[in-house]
């Protein structure tokens, strides 16, 4: 059974870098089926897609964050990583990794879900 | 850039009802590209529904997908108690760069 697990730093300071790891077990990261993404949550509000990676290293960005992230993969660790630069405490939310489905037949959705971790943007 | 919209933002309804949400977008959205999330506090999002009316993987057959074009439905046809959360809908836009986005949700709460 896939698993997705989020770690990284809980506590971030104000314009510092947001570093987190999502570690894939049961399955392998280098499908072609699959894009691996992370998603966030601010306190109390909804859903935010911040980015997707393919196996194959291609990356795709939310346009309004596009210019502050980097995500990145690694293969013989089956990993995949967040960096998010120049942080305020608008950036303070539960960041989430997730599966995709996608093939030539189509969008299968983000099926596989981390537990989500919460990162505070603090002095 | 598509923008989703979703109502009511609260439906309060109670057990045994039906519940009835609904996703719009701002443009025409492929029906194989709509999705439908469950999420009840402190858990991460649930997959529900993929291509507007596909259950996944172990989702109940009371759960229903439909729509087409911008206008699109997730039917809870007898609410379960576990069912009270909230719901998204996500579009996945496919043309070169990807991206998803993703509906405010619509809170189901016990009446």
């Not at chain 1, 306190?43 to 960005?61: Q, V």
């Amino acid at each position: 059974q896939l698993q997705l697990q989020e770690s990284g730093p809980g506590l971030v300071k104000p314009s510092e870098t947001l570093s987190l790891t999502c570690t894939v077990s049961g399955g392998s990261i280098s499908s072609s089926s699959y894009y691996w993404g992370w998603i966030r949550q601010p306190p109390g509000k909804g859903l935010e897609w911040i980015g997707s990676i393919y196996y194959s290293g291609s990356t795709y960005y939310n346009p309004s964050l596009k210019s502050r992230v980097t995500i990145s993969v690694d293969t013989s660790k089956n990993q995949f990583s967040l960096k998010l630069s120049s942080v305020t405490a608008a950036d303070t939310a539960v960041y989430y990794c997730a599966r995709t489905v996608v093939t030539p037949f189509g969008y299968y959705g983000m099926d596989v879900w981390g537990q989500g971790t919460t990162v505070t943007v603090s002095s | 850039e598509i923008v989703l919209t979703q109502s009511p933002g609260t439906l309060s309804l109670s057990p045994g009802e039906r519940a009835t949400l609904s996703c719009r977008a701002s443009q025409s959205v492929s029906s194989s590209y709509l999705a439908w999330y469950q999420q009840k506090p402190g858990q991460a999002p649930r997959l529900l529904i993929y291509g507007a009316s596909s259950r996944a993987t172990g989702i109940p057959d009371r759960f229903s997908g439909s729509g087409s074009g911008t206008d699109f439905t997730l039917t809870i046809s007898r609410l379960e108690p576990e069912d009270f959360a909230v719901y998204y809908c996500q579009q996945y836009g496919s043309s070169p760069p990807i991206f998803f986005t993703f509906g405010p949700g619509t809170k189901v709460d016990i009446k």
